[in-house]
């Protein structure tokens, strides 16, 4: 099953219209049927409405029935979506599980110069952060730390956080969420 696919099967399942799941969700009826359709991709925020309404995980969502329980996930691969926006610019976050079952969330964040991953949040669970490229404040809770190519950090997830490039080029990083966040 496809991405669009598997959004409009937890639809039909719960008995909703586009309508009702909009009413729900927050998304325009519009912008749902060109994700059933998949004729647009989903930000992150979206994908998350979409988990909280269905009640299940956001892996649930983005990966298809098909998929191994075993399966390498080689550079390039990985369901993308785009986090935030600024003209031109998306923070994007490339999600490295191909397993529903997973107990972790691993992902990689592209972060453009200059910009950050928008208002802190918080979710349940622990997290690591490792920087692939580049220069990165990480702020928690009230303190921030710079960190660079190689740094890593882990930290417990309730706390308030995220994340700004600080270097004039685009910066990456590597982190995992357990539990997996919806």
Sequence with gaps: MHFGETIKCHRKE?????????????????????LENEKSS??????RKLANV???????????????????????EGFIVRWCRRGDDNVTVRYLTLNREARMQPMIVTIPAGMDTGASKSHPGDEFFYVLDGRVRFFYGDEA????????IYYNGLFQHHW?????????IMTCNDPPVM
Aim: net charge negative.
């Design 14 to 34: 719960n008995g909703w219209t586009l309508k009702e799941l909009s009413e729900r969700c927050g998304l325009s009826v519009a912008q749902l049927s060109k």
């Design 145 to 152: 730390f710079d960190v660079k190519r190689g740094d890593f």
């Design 54 to 76: 269905f009640r299940i995980p956001l892996s649930s969502i983005t990966l298809t029935e098909s998929e191994q329980k075993l399966s390498p996930v080689l550079d390039g």
């Design 164 to 172: 700004q490039n600080m270097s004039d080029s685009e910066a990456r």
């Design 42 to 47: 989903a930000s992150i925020d979206s994908l």
